[in-house]
């Protein structure tokens, strides 16, 4: 029964993308082989899968390896830098005049043209690639944790101020659960942004990883291994991104949290 019923709620969730995602695929499938669409400007489907089958040692167990660190340390570090970043500007208002506007102008260079300078910096090492993907990444997490802070109920904050409660009361007590629907939404567009940062990291200065891969085979015009590897840097996205959410969902329903 239980079964069943998480299978209906499948269905009726997704069953209409599913339905879309389907009939996208037969029509691609159908456009390539009829030669309405150059299989070198874009391959069929089945050919991808072919392509990912042949290749899926190389790209599981290298490249796909070496994605995952770069975009684990860079999404640690931006969780951790940001989260303590925001709570300091939320707690010190001459902070965040200080910080928030190098943030804000952190996100108007475009990190393509970042990228060559941490690999002078760095090398051809994963700390150019996890320095890309930090930058991405923190972002979303500052703003949104900032933002999240800052919602915490002002008459609960004054009945606890009149009860005797520290700042850290306070702070722990009201703003910390307030700040949790807004944390992991910050938490769900970082990692996806993550995927990004590592794909533009590898791409322009990598030796490894999927974006590294998908250039070389640019180059050979090996347009089957290459959407191959694009394919599995979008699963990743959407694995990673269903992670967040899990994760997001298991806390705010222990803590009573609606969003």
């Not at 996205?237 to 222990?254: N, P, Q, T």
Request: proline residues 3%; aromatic residues 12%.
């Amino acid at each position: 029964m239980r079964k069943r019923t998480a299978l209906r709620s499948l269905v009726d969730d997704y069953g209409l993308f599913l339905l879309i995602l389907a009939l996208a695929l037969l029509v691609w499938e159908s456009a390539v082989r009829l030669g309405w669409v150059p299989a070198f400007i874009l391959p069929a489907p089945t050919s991808i899968a072919i392509a990912l089958a042949e290749d899926g040692r190389l790209l599981l167990g290298v490249h796909l390896a070496a994605t995952l660190k770069e975009i684990g340390a860079g999404f640690l570090l931006s969780v951790a830098g940001g989260t303590a970043l925001a709570a300091a500007m939320h707690g010190s208002r001459t902070l965040e005049k200080a910080f928030y506007p190098f943030i804000v102008i952190s996100q108007t260079v475009p990190i393509i043209a970042l990228s060559p300078i941490f690999i002078m910096w760095f090398g051809y090492t994963i700390w150019s690639k996890v320095a890309v993907v930090f930058l991405t990444a923190f972002f979303p997490v500052v703003v949104s944790t900032y933002d999240g802070l800052r919602k915490g109920d002002r008459e609960f904050r004054e009945l606890l101020l009149t009860m005797g409660a520290s700042r850290w009361d306070i702070f722990r007590k009201v703003q910390v659960p307030a700040a949790l629907p807004s944390f992991f939404s910050g938490l769900k567009l970082s990692i996806v942004y993550c995927v990004v940062g590592a794909t533009i990291g590898e791409w322009l200065g990598g030796r490894e990883g999927l974006g590294y891969f998908s250039r070389r085979m640019s180059g050979k015009l090996d347009t089957d291994s290459m959407f191959a590897a694009v394919l599995l840097l979008s699963l990743l996205g959407i694995v990673l991104f269903a992670a967040a959410a899990c994760i997001e969902k298991i806390i705010l329903r222990r803590r009573g949290i609606q969003k």
